[in-house]
């Protein structure tokens, strides 16, 4: 799964979330197709990825969690 954000100035209907999302707004998609091969790799005919148009989506990078941080949160969890 990955974060993208909504770039396109407005709404998009995103069957595959089953939904709209609004601009600006971010969402976790997946990466690839339901009949994706996980073995496969790019070129392969089953190596199903998802392409988010740029034009319109923009990859959120994800948070990086100090260590400290992540036991305390794992500590409080348990």
Do not use: C, Y
């Not at 998802?50 to 036991?71: F, G, N, Q, T, Y």
């Amino acid at each position: 799964m990955s974060k993208v954000r909504n770039i396109s100035g407005g709404p998009l209907d995103v069957p595959l979330l089953d939904r709209q999302v609004e601009d600006g707004e971010t969402v976790d998609v997946p990466d690839f197709q339901p009949a994706h091969n996980p073995a496969s790799e790019p070129g392969d005919p089953d190596h199903l990825a998802i392409v988010w148009p740029p034009d319109k989506w923009e990859l959120v990078p994800e948070r990086k969690v100090a260590p400290e941080k992540a036991a305390k949160i794992a500590k409080s969890t348990a």
